[in-house]
């Protein structure tokens, strides 16, 4: 049974720092590309960070290139979003998720396989 799971949310300042996880289980070591997707009220899914399975390639959305980092510690089967320089706009729900067949682009998400739960980001002025 494949289970996803994120954590690491909370409430910063403008301009702080936090680092979300995302633990994969009942998958091979090297299976899961992750990509991570965030939702603010009254909006839609923007999918804004992805690694590939590898942990080798990295890509990013204009919003958050620069800022955020998506990596992952291959011993654990870890995946982490490092976020800097935080600003109110990145107030979020953030998740991630794990396609093991990559197919169509990784910021949509019917072409993910597997969803962990959301955690909040606050980020206050």
């Known amino acids: 049974q494949v289970h996803v799971v994120v954590s690491g949310g909370g409430l910063v300042q403008a301009g702080g720092s936090l680092r979300l996880s995302c633990a994969v289980s009942?998958?091979?070591?090297?299976?899961?590309?992750i990509g991570w997707v965030r939702q603010a009220p009254g909006t839609e899914p923007e999918a804004i960070a992805y690694?590939?399975?590898?942990?080798?390639?990295?890509f990013y959305a204009d919003s958050v290139e620069g800022r955020f980092t998506a990596s992952k510690d291959n011993a654990k089967t870890t995946f982490y979003l490092q976020m800097n320089d935080l600003k109110p706009a990145d107030t979020a729900i953030y998740s991630c998720?794990?396609?093991?067949?990559?197919?169509?682009?990784?910021?949509?998400?019917?072409?993910?396989?597997?969803w962990g739960q959301g955690t909040q980001v606050t980020v206050s002025s």
């Open positions: 998720a794990a396609r093991i067949r990559v197919r169509g682009s990784w910021k949509e998400k019917p072409n993910y396989d597997y």
């Open positions: 009942g998958l091979a070591d090297d299976a899961s590309n």
């Open positions: 690694i590939t399975s590898d942990g080798r390639y990295t």
